[in-house]
């Protein structure tokens, strides 16, 4: 990528760019990458909100395609510069079989890098999740680590074991050479709980918590640290990687980043206050109100229904032993790694990715909505 001349030339590819973070990217890079002269937004379902990006300068190409399918990919990537590959299922509540994880979040990677090769596609930014390292099943803190920092990654859940194997193919493939025969430049950016607005899982519990009357009931202990970070900075972290992967290979190729910015540091639960708050939800005990074990009992049974209704419904619960144990150990993350290496820096600070979100959710107030994980 030549970085030296300004005009729009660039022809930027991201997949899964109608999802939640997806809308946060392909917005940001419309507003945040002056060298875009085309915008490929792939994805399964394509957002109606693309319709009004299209006048707009650069031009916006929806792709309605699947990540699974290779001849999908690779026609959407030909002749693009640059692939920020997002398309996934997030599934931590046994949705989805196992097997069509794998396939989406590492045959579906597979895909994108292969499609690469073939195409001569030189740059490649995989979201990855701080689950392709932890919280692993033994319940070790990471408490405020970074990218060199020893944790013991142990998978048994089908979504982050996709995360950790797509992230290992991503990295592995830096240094292929593409058509035309170019070195292919990857990395993988790690983010911890996203928020902001599209956040369908906070618009859910300020839901649960007005039907109880405005309240949410604490369930993990204040002191135990979850990471979240804000989609705008997530998304910009991925601009600028993608900008910076051509002049700073041998500095970024094969390299992971956690995504970071000035969220503080708090339990899942307490974070949620700070944007449920000012929508008028408090949070009900200094201590969780029922005990862990009692908890556990819940999210087995839970577990236990989802696999005896199985053949004839997929049953699932906001907790099970999975994301009991996610929110339940401490994972935050602190670094300064995209700093030095691409000279990143956040572009929202805490207290406006904050009101950008308490506003989208006021907005979102009286509007119906599925609650699925009820
Ligand atoms: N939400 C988070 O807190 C979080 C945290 C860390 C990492 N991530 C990662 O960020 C990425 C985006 O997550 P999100 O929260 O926006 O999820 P999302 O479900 O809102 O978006 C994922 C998008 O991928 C699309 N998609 C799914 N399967 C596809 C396929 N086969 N082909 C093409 N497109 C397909 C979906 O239609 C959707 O639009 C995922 O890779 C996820 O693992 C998310
Ligand atoms: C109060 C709790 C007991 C209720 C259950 C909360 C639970 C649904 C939350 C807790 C932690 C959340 C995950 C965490 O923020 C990180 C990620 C990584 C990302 O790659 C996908 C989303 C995910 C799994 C969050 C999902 C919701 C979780 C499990």
């Known amino acids: 990528m030549d970085m030296t001349d300004g005009g729009p030339d660039l022809v930027y590819l991201v997949t899964g760019g109608c999802g939640f973070l997806g809308e946060h990217m392909v917005k940001t890079l419309l507003e945040m990458e002056p060298r875009l002269r085309e915008l490929r937004v792939f994805d399964l379902h394509l957002g109606p909100w693309l319709e009004a990006l299209k006048p707009g300068p650069v031009q916006v190409t929806p792709i309605q395609g699947d990540v699974t399918r290779a001849e ?10 640059v692939v920020i590959h997002m398309a996934g299922l997030v599934d931590v509540w046994g949705l989805n079989d196992p097997e ?33 390292l932890g919280p692993n099943t033994k319940g070790h803190p990471f408490y405020r680590g970074n990218e060199d920092t020893p944790y013991e990654a142990i998978h048994t859940q089908p979504y982050p074991r996709s995360k950790a194997q797509a992230e290992r193919l991503v990295l592995e493939a830096n240094g292929r ?28 519990f300020y839901r649960k918590a007005q039907r109880a009357g405005g309240w949410l009931f604490r369930t993990v202990p204040a002191s135990v640290e979850h990471g979240r970070v804000y989609a705008g900075n997530v998304a910009w972290m991925h601009v600028l990687a993608a900008r910076e992967l051509g002049s700073r290979a041998t500095t970024m190729g094969g390299q992971v980043y956690f995504c970071y910015d000035d969220s503080p540091y708090k339990s899942y639960e307490d974070f949620n206050l700070e944007i449920l708050g000012p929508c008028g939800i408090g949070l ?12 556990f009992l819940l999210a087995t049974l839970n577990a236990f229904l989802q696999w005896l209704l199985r053949p004839l419904v997929v049953y699932t619960a906001l907790i099970n032993p999975y994301t009991l144990s996610l929110a339940n150990t401490t994972f935050t993350v602190q670094t300064d790694k995209a700093r030095r290496h691409f000279d990143y ?14 506003s989208w959710v006021k907005t979102r107030k009286g509007c119906p909505g599925p609650l699925p994980r009820d």
């Open 100 to 132: 069509v994880i794998y396939r989406v979040n590492v045959q579906g990677t597979q895909n994108v890098i292969e499609a690469c090769v073939q195409t001569g596609t030189q740059f490649l930014v995989y979201t990855s999740s701080m689950e392709a």
């Open 72 to 81: 999908d990919v690779v026609a959407a990537l030909a002749g693009a510069d």
């Open 284 to 295: 009900l005990g200094t201590q969780p109100l029922l005990p862990y074990f009692l908890l």
């Open 345 to 358: 820096q956040p572009l929202y600070g805490w207290e406006e990715s904050r009101d950008r979100t308490v």
């Open 177 to 204: 050479k593409v058509r035309g025969g170019l070195p292919l430049v990857t990395c993988a950016l790690r983010p911890t709980g996203i928020y902001g607005e599209g956040h369908q899982l906070m618009l859910d």
